[in-house]
């Protein structure tokens, strides 16, 4: 098979080829479930012209063909160099390309000619190592848990609801005290003693422990206040095995209705907390930004990558530790994307609903969130100014 991934303004030439466009493309979509006509992995060559110089999806775009090409295939990439590492607004410098192409692939995809006609570039790459490590099957799953003890009956619950899923190959391992004396032997229990330095909850070391320990590739690292519907694990396989992690739907236990946390972005300011306004932490189901952020608390990722930048073991439990990671593994080539097609349950006892009402409701409702935001504001101001005078008059 012979793929084009082209910009749609592009003319098609007639052939056996196949042509891809950027309406293919969304972080938000599960691209093998969309083209049920491409098997990973079996493209012997893949053309992409005029997309990478504008596309704000280019690392999705380069990870699908990496995912699409076999080993042994060629990526030849043509592309217009406005400039090398200057300014070329609006359009994507060739160092800005290079840089999604390297932290991508890294050394999985060999650089075996270069060539240049007038401003155009043309690269291209000899595919040498598969997309996944060679153990990596869609039907191995680790499942690990962090716990601290207090919600024995309801981690016992989720083993018996994973134990149900029927998963060719399965673990669940717990981080921390083992919820029963009585346990099936696909659970094992990694002790947490020795990873506490003092009050704080060690949850990156935790976390850590559990990525270090995990048999299989394919992880969901979870809090115990999870819970999986009957069908979660079947609507996991319609997403397929490529990917590098992904976010599903997280609801509330009680309705099942109401966003948790699910689809979220993070600030990238550092003085965010100065402003009146924050940026908005939700983020549509149909709409992908590149300051993502992985919900600590449930996340599905492959081993192999989490596991270069694992996370930072100084940071603990509320300590925006799911922040940093997201951070660093970004920076590492992460592609973060959305799954709709199935969802897990949390407790809310800590966590808010995302509510939204309707029509002039949700007017009225945005109205008097800004008015108590703006009264937050300039009170909090008032009640520090007061601490500071009574500090002093101490």
């Not at 479930?33 to 280019?58: C, D, M, Q, T, W």
């Not at 530790?321 to 593994?329: I, V």
Request: glycine letters at 6%.
């Amino acid at each position: 098979m012979r793929i084009n991934i082209v910009d749609s303004r592009i003319k098609k030439e007639v052939s056996n080829d196949l042509y891809l466009d950027e309406t293919d493309f969304h972080p938000c979509e599960p691209f093998f479930k969309n083209h049920p006509n491409i098997i990973p992995e079996n493209a012997v060559f893949i053309s992409a012209r005029g997309l990478f110089e504008h596309s704000k999806y280019i690392r999705y775009i380069l990870k699908m063909a990496d995912a699409m090409l076999k080993v042994g295939g060629k990526l030849e990439i043509e592309f217009y160099m406005f400039s090398l590492d200057s300014g070329s607004s609006p359009f994507r410098n060739l160092s800005g390309l290079m840089y999604e192409v390297s932290i991508s692939f890294k050394e999985r995809l060999k650089l075996i000619s270069k060539k240049t006609n007038g401003d155009v570039v043309i690269l291209t790459f000899d595919k040498i190592a598969s997309t996944l490590p060679e153990d990596d099957q869609i039907g191995s799953w680790s499942f690990g848990i962090v716990s601290d003890g207090r919600k024995n009956d309801r981690i016992l619950a989720i083993i018996n609801q994973i134990k149900k899923f029927s998963v060719p190959n399965f673990e669940i391992i717990i981080c921390g005290p083992p919820p029963s004396s009585d346990l099936p032997e696909f659970v094992r229990i990694l002790e947490d003693n020795d990873l506490y330095f003092d009050s704080r909850i060690p949850i990156s070391k935790k976390k850590n422990r559990i990525i270090e320990n995990a048999k299989y590739n394919n992880l969901v690292l979870f809090h115990d206040r999870f819970s999986f519907p009957e069908d979660w694990y079947e609507n996991i396989l319609e997403q397929g095995n490529y990917f590098d992690g992904f976010c599903i739907r997280i609801v509330d236990e009680d309705t099942k209705k109401h966003r948790v946390q699910d689809w979220i972005s993070t600030s990238l300011y550092h003085f965010e907390h100065e402003k009146l306004f924050h940026d908005k932490g939700g983020v549509s189901y149909d709409r992908w930004v590149p300051n993502w952020n992985v919900n600590g608390g449930f996340m599905i990722i492959k081993k192999h990558l989490i596991s270069r930048v694992n996370l930072n073991p100084f940071l603990h439990w509320g300590e925006a530790e799911d922040g940093d990671l997201c951070r660093r593994l970004d920076a590492d080539g992460f592609c973060l994307t959305l799954f709709t097609g199935t969802y897990v349950t949390t407790q809310t006892h800590r966590l808010k609903v995302g509510k939204k009402r309707k029509g002039i409701l949700r007017l009225l409702q945005l109205l008097k969130l800004k008015v108590h935001i703006y009264r937050s504001f300039f009170n909090r101001k008032k009640i520090f100014r007061k601490y500071l005078n009574s500090e002093f008059d101490d």
